[in-house]
């Protein structure tokens, strides 16, 4: 059975879609369709209701991994790993060669990592737990 999509699970998406090369932006839409959409000027924030801007989730979430990062690098490398958030760069850094993230499952992962899949697991957790406590969002 299908687990049921949290905000949690919704922000961590969002913020792996942020962390690709380039950066996703909001909607879908590039900064050069925005620009001619509204043209020639640039509105950030959202919808101008006075809300958080519209990449708040991800920069928030980015900070909590960097903080864990200065902590339990292992840590904020799985989850990275988990969601293809910044992957490469973990890949480059711990010298995972020749590293590849298409179809690759838990278990290639954690290998790749040089731990076993439970670790990997407990550590996914223990990431996602701390995002979840400190953004106060549904796990």
Known sequence: MARRKTDLDAGLELWARWSLPGGAVSGGRSMLAKLIDNKGELFFGGSGSGGMPAD???W???AVVLSMFAVEPMRADVLRLEYGA???QVADRRKIADYDPSGLDQYQKAH???ISRRTYMRRLAEARDAI???LRLTP
């Open 112 to 114: 790749a990592l040089g």
């Open 86 to 88: 910044a992957d490469y």
């Open 56 to 58: 708040g989730i991800e």
């Open 132 to 134: 979840a406590a400190q």
């Open 60 to 62: 928030a979430i980015e």
